[in-house]
């Protein structure tokens, strides 16, 4: 017996980790979301979702669990936005058009003027991303933008002449 708290190597996962305490019991640390993925040597390296720009000009984590890439800037008229996974367990979100270099803080990605007058945001999550947008300089629609931020909705043309 060492008196000392001692960490139950073989117990480690994603999410907890557990120690044997000097009284026999047992303590866990548990999370809701991986912080910590296999370093492919036999242990484990932390999770750090802080956007980088890799040489391909695509945007990733330092280390996501789960694979996660954003684009960089596409002129292609379809692009992947975002993709998780490897082959055979991949997701990928499309977006059609065009794509400026994101401009990369943190864990989000902005892709400004994304479409005429909104910038597209994309956030790494320990367990994903979280995609948003917002108005870029004046409001897209006079009167679309309520005094404390919020979106109002308003008639918005749709194929055809029809509208909803």
Known sequence: MTGKRVKIAGQTSETSEFWALPSGAI??????????????????????????RASDGSVAPI????????????????????????DGERSVLGWL???PQPVLEGTKGMYPEARPGVDLVVSATRTGYE?????????LL????????????????VGNGISS
């Open 27 to 52: 303590e866990a640390e548990v999370h809701a979301g991986p912080v910590r993925m296999p370093d492919g040597a036999g242990g484990w390296s932390d999770v750090d979702v802080t956007l980088r």
């Open 63 to 86: 280390a996501h669990p789960y694979g996660l890439r954003l684009s960089g800037a596409s002129t292609a008229d379809e692009t992947e936005l975002v993709s998780l996974g490897t």
């Open 97 to 99: 058009g065009h794509l």
């Open 131 to 139: 995609r948003g947008g917002g108005l870029a300089g004046a409001s």
């Open 142 to 157: 006079e009167g679309t933008a309520s005094t404390d931020g919020r979106f109002v909705c308003a008639p918005a043309a």
